[in-house]
């Protein structure tokens, strides 16, 4: 009896099999056989390239290692054939025995069925292990991404996320697949051939053995090329895909600024990159091909030439050099295959390295343990300092809000508003100073623990094609009513009601089928919705008309009084009734204060004023 148990120590789940000796055993060599068979692809492509790809697949070892004995049992069904076909033609056709040349012909038959019906039934297992190893990549992949920080995800860039989410993890699956079908097949073929050959024609077998060892350098030196190439292809793809990407995001902006050829151009020099580096690649890996079949083809002749001389001179049978010549073709083909999986792992091992990339970097917004203090405010920012690259965005911004409080925060584009906002909720974490909700430094705080504070609607937010209740709820377990309520709040409500549905009226893809207005109050009650204990609208109210803007500003001031806002606008009308207004130039803090007050201290708010008021 066989039961299985999984290892939740391990990284990667891994189940662990035991036998019974009482009912029967598994195969454990085969087993290790398995993790021989890996080790070494391991090692032929890129060492420790392919490691950690490998190890999704201990969880299916015993399944692979069921599949790797049916595919060796179809395989040497196949190699069976050869041999009975020489055996009918030296020994049962000089006999003259119909009924011996049927029955042996009914073996041919035999064996030929039973080999398709092992190696389909093998396939399909290493289908499954392929496409159940790839999922579970995927997932951790997908999950990593989620957990990556500004600073990571700008390094990876977005669309080389979605390359490596895409392509990289199907040349991933395709190897896997591959691996289990040819990768173990072909060996077979090629080594048991050999083995067979030797006892029926061990001269002829030399020969053929002789032309290996220059099959075996061509492919080790080719694929050792290939790897770097299909990396940099892979590389020139991210770029095509980031060009697609922007092209689909502005195609109207691109229509209505007549860009359409320029974007064409754009375009067509991304993808002639991509063409230009599959070409090198391709043209690399395609060497294989014409020089094995060159040099198989010389052995081929040479047996050939060697084998009529050896038959005209008695010294073999004419069956056993029918045979050769059949197993000759089986490891010619098994050859290219061989050649098909170094291709195909080499493109693997290019995928492999960016996605173990992803998985394997580090965390850089650990936990820190930092003392908590006693404090009367619920936001701080202490002298806090912050740059992207070198040059600093944020420069010593310092400011106290008590809970319940308002504060805007105002300023040309660029000053680092939307950046206070990102460190606030730790996307980034801080060069200098320190920030702390209710006295505790937000670096000590678990980032799941500490975003579930905040209820957001940014700048550019996104919408999905899903119902507007789920566009508000977002997994959060949202009810209906309290859904209600933040339409209600958010100045959506008015639009809701027009449509039949209400709140399951299904959003096209980024709510296109909304106005501009209609998405941002749509937003701003996903942030609403969940009672946050910190608001923040980043410049969200921009295409609110002045009325609806205002009684956005008096549903936060009347029905969210315990909740500490946090306003970015472009207008000071949409600021200037909040209890504090930070004002930033250049992300430089050059005023802080009420309304009055910084009409009174501020130069830079004084000019916002009159440009808006005309006073």
Request: proline share 2%; with cysteine; charged share 20%.
């Amino acid at each position: 009896m066989v039961t299985g148990t999984v290892d939740k120590s391990s990284t990667v789940p891994v189940i662990i099999y035991k036998t019974s000796t009482v009912t029967g055993t598994i195969d454990i060599l085969s087993l290790q056989m398995i993790r021989l068979y890996l080790h070494c692809l391991n090692i032929l492509h890129g060492g420790s390239s392919l490691k950690k790809v490998f190890s999704y697949l201990k969880p299916y070892y015993f399944r692979m290692a069921i599949g790797l004995m049916i595919k060796v049992l179809g395989t040497f069904m196949d190699l069976g054939l050869p041999w009975v076909l020489a055996f009918i033609i030296d020994d049962i056709v000089p006999l003259n025995r119909i009924d011996l040349i049927l029955w042996w012909g009914l073996v041919m038959i035999l064996l030929s069925i039973g080999a398709r019906t092992f190696n389909i039934l093998a396939n399909r297992m290493a289908s499954k292990v392929s496409r159940d190893t790839t999922e579970i990549l995927r997932h951790d992949l997908f999950q990593k991404i989620l957990s990556l920080s500004g600073r990571q995800l700008n390094y990876f860039t977005i669309p080389s996320l979605e390359a490596r989410m895409t392509t990289d993890t199907y040349n991933i699956h395709h190897m896997i697949g591959m691996m289990q079908r040819i990768g173990i097949r072909a060996p077979i073929m090629l080594i048991g051939g050999i083995v067979i050959t030797s006892t029926l024609e061990p001269v002829l077998t030399l020969i053929l053995v002789g032309v290996l060892p220059f099959l075996a350098i061509i492919v080790m030196i080719i694929t050792k090329k290939g790897i770097p190439l299909y990396t940099k292809l892979q590389e020139t793809s991210d770029k095509m895909v980031k060009v697609v990407r922007e092209n689909i995001t502005g195609v109207r902006v691109i229509k209505a600024l007549s860009k359409n050829a320029y974007e064409k151009d754009r375009f067509k020099k991304v993808n002639q990159e991509v063409v230009d580096k599959e070409l090198t690649a391709g043209t690399m890996m395609a060497i294989t091909n014409p020089t094995m079949n060159l040099l198989l083809n010389i052995g081929l002749t040479l047996v050939i030439v060697v084998g009529a001389f050896r038959v005209n001179s008695g010294a073999s049978e004419p069956g056993k050099i029918v045979a050769f010549l059949s197993y000759f073709m089986i490891m010619l083909h098994a050859v290219m295959a061989i050649t098909r999986i170094f291709v195909v792992f080499s493109r693997a091992s290019a995928s492999a390295i960016r996605i173990e990339e992803v998985l394997d970097i580090k965390e850089d917004l650990e936990v820190k343990h930092i003392d908590s203090v006693t404090s009367d405010y619920h936001i701080e920012f202490n002298n806090v300092s912050f740059s992207y690259d070198k040059e600093p965005c944020i420069i010593d911004v310092s400011f106290l809000i008590k809970k319940g409080e308002s504060l805007g925060i105002i300023g040309s584009t660029g000053s680092g508003k939307t950046t206070l906002i990102h460190l606030l909720m730790r996307f980034y974490d801080i060069n200098n100073g320190n920030i702390r909700i209710n006295g505790v430094d937000i670096r000590s705080l678990d980032k799941q623990l500490l975003r579930k504070k905040f209820g957001v609607a940014f700048q550019n937010d996104v919408l999905f094609a899903d119902s507007i209740y789920e566009n508000i709820n977002l997994g959060r377990n949202i009810t209906e009513e309290e859904a209600i309520k933040a339409t209600i709040d958010s100045q959506a409500a008015s639009f809701i009601e027009e449509y039949d549905e209400k709140l399951d009226f299904e959003l096209t893809i980024k709510g296109s089928n909304l106005s501009g207005g209609q998405k941002q109050r749509l937003l701003i009650a996903r942030a609403f919705a969940g009672n946050p204990e910190i608001l923040i609208l980043d410049d969200s109210s921009s295409a609110l008309d002045f009325k609806t803007d205002a009684m956005l500003r008096k549903a936060i001031r009347t029905n969210h009084k315990e909740t500490t806002s946090i306003i970015i606008a472009q207008r000071i009308s949409s600021v200037m009734k909040l209890d504090h207004i930070l004002v930033l130039e250049d992300g430089k803090q050059v005023g802080f204060g009420s309304h009055e007050e910084l009409l009174e201290s501020c130069n830079v708010y004084q000019e916002i004023y009159q440009s808006q008021f005309g006073q």
